[in-house]
């Protein structure tokens, strides 16, 4: 097995572990029109992304062990990342319900699709479900099976605290610029993105193989929470700056009231007359009024702002990287292949 996976190669183990699932809803004699559906759901919401965070697994589990990886080996890790991915779509499913939204991954939401409207919560239940059916098959024998229950449990929280905090923080009907802040912001970002997009696939690849010590996870965690923050950050800055034919969007986040760090450095450093700008034009569904905010944002200097905030973010990054003890079974190489991904990127 390469050291580090492709997509295809990853996706190669999803027919099994589908397989899996299915055979355990037949074992309750579920009607064959109810496991239909039950199969396209799992292959509408957890394929077809990018699956950055699943192949993230095997890849730190490579990178732990400074070798490519056997086939079982490779199994079990992409078995973990597969994980993060039904937990992934599960969040997506209710994300996109809860947000109203239209389409996802360029195709209508599952719960836009013909027929299926608000059985699409029961669905997103369904996948995350999944997770713990595919761990107790896979992982029931593994010395770190209750801390991987845990871990799931635990970062699945975490996730929906930072979206409940989200949610009432930035509504996208009811604009209240007084509502935002950076720490609310910080808030957000790292109990919505940062766990289980950053921490979660290192940490199972940590237990996998039964070198995560708590040394070791507070190190994970000390480098991959800032990470993550500094991943939505940049996301923030491209929805805004990025062109739209490398990002393959059209960004959305002013018109959305989102809680983003543009809007939150605005409102930082604004004068009386930039905040009435703010106030009467952020959160709009009008090109017009988004339009006057984007001037805003690069009167204000928010892109030079934006790259000063990286370069001092990265170094930060770099030397807590430089720092880590690898006494315990942890090795540099897995963040610096974190940072790698992440830093300069324009989509």
């Known amino acids: ?135 107790k098959k896979y992982f029931r024998s593994h010395p770190s099976y209750v801390e991987l229950l845990e871990l799931f449990h635990e970062v699945t929280y975490q996730t929906e605290i930072g979206q409940l905090c989200d949610l009432l923080t930035a509504p996208e009907d009811v604009v209240n610029l007084d509502n935002f802040s950076m720490e609310k912001y910080r808030f957000i970002v790292i109990y919505k993105t940062a766990y289980y997009s950053f921490y979660l696939p290192v940490a199972l690849a940590l237990h996998m193989l039964n070198v995560a010590t708590p040394k070791n996870l507070k190190t994970a965690e000390d480098i991959l929470i800032p990470l993550g923050e500094y991943f939505q950050i940049q996301d923030d800055y491209l929805d805004n700056f990025g062109l739209p034919e490398h990002i393959g969007k059209i960004g959305t986040d002013i018109m959305d009231n989102k809680c983003s760090w543009l809007v939150n450095q605005a409102l930082a450093i604004a004068t009386p007359e930039q905040r009435r700008i703010l106030e009467e034009n952020y959160g709009r569904k009008d090109k017009h009024r988004e339009a006057v905010i984007k001037k805003l944002y690069d009167d204000m200097g928010l892109e030079k702002r934006y790259q000063d905030y990286e370069e001092k973010r990265v170094g930060e990054i770099r030397e807590l990287i430089g720092q880590i003890d690898e006494t315990e079974g942890l090795k540099k190489d897995v963040f610096e292949a974190f940072l790698a991904k992440i830093y300069k990127r324009s989509k």
Not at 19 to 41: G, T
Not at 93 to 115: L, N, Q
Not at 116 to 130: H, P
């Open 1 to 135: 097995m390469a050291q580090k996976t492709t997509l295809k190669e990853f996706e190669s183990v999803f027919p099994k572990l589908e397989e899996v699932l299915l055979e355990h809803a037949k074992s309750y004699n579920l009607p064959q029109e109810q496991l239909d559906w039950y199969k396209k759901s799992l292959e509408i919401n957890t394929l077809g992304g990018k699956c950055n965070r699943g192949m993230s697994v095997p890849d730190s589990v490579s990178l732990l062990l400074g070798r490519p990886l056997s086939e079982d080996e490779y199994f079990q890790a992409a078995t973990l990342g597969w994980m993060t991915e039904l937990l992934q779509a599960f969040f997506l499913v209710s994300d996109d319900i809860m947000d109203s939204s239209i389409t996802r991954r360029g195709k209508p939401c599952w719960y836009r699709h013909e027929g299926v409207g608000m059985v699409a919560i029961n669905d997103a239940f369904m996948l995350e479900s999944s997770i713990y059916t595919l761990l």
